[in-house]
């Protein structure tokens, strides 16, 4: 009980976090923050950046030739947004909005595994579960070795350059990479840092 109560608080200041954050579009680091609740954020959602980090992406084996869109209008009931060139499913669940809103989700031609949402800067009362298939993923080494991670980025010019980067569980059977997001911009899936700063795709 004492884990659950504890898992609630740490999803709930995360929430919190992030939905201040995005106000302003440029989410910043809390100023003061103990070591325990650090660790408690980062272990729910990932990490919130002092400063933006240019990130190297997972690329596609195969690159799209163009963007891929789907847009559809979801209300308080929940919904699924599906790109299936792209292996991308979101599901909103119910109660991520308040009203029935017009979802739009691009897979950005090229490849960089990396995805532009609207509404841009929509905070959600419950967060979307975003699942990736990793079948077309180029990479040297196996799933295990892949350190991936989902980065935010808030300019769709700068798609490597991230100022969040969440927590991905793979699921190793089905070959899926799933992730929780709280707001909406771009979001491009990363397996480091790059040092160099520039685009690796």
Not at 83 to 108: M, S, W
Not at 117 to 136: D, N
């Amino acid at each position: 009980m004492r884990l659950r109560s504890l898992t609630t608080f740490a999803v709930a200041a995360a929430a919190t976090l992030i939905a201040s954050g995005c106000a302003n579009d440029t989410p910043a680091a809390p100023k003061s923050e103990s070591p325990a609740s650090r660790a408690a954020l980062t272990s729910v959602l990932g990490s919130v950046l002092g400063a933006p980090t240019t990130v190297t992406p997972v690329l596609r084996s195969t690159p799209l030739s163009t963007d891929l869109t789907v847009s559809k209008t979801i209300g308080i009931l929940g919904g699924t947004l599906v790109i299936p060139d792209a292996g991308l499913t979101i599901v909103v669940p119910p109660l991520a909005v308040a009203k029935p809103t017009q979802f739009q989700v691009t897979a950005r031609a090229g490849s960089a595994m990396a995805y532009d949402f609207e509404p841009h800067g929509i905070k959600f009362t419950t967060p979307l579960v975003m699942t990736q298939s990793l079948r077309g993923v180029k990479m040297d080494s196996g799933l295990l070795n892949l350190g991936l991670s989902l980065g935010y980025y808030p300019d769709a010019t700068q798609i490597t350059s991230v100022t969040e980067l969440l927590n991905v569980n793979i699921d190793l059977l089905n070959q899926t990479a799933v992730s929780t997001i709280w707001h909406f911009s771009g979001y491009i899936y990363a397996s480091g840092r790059n040092s160099d700063g520039g685009d690796g795709f």
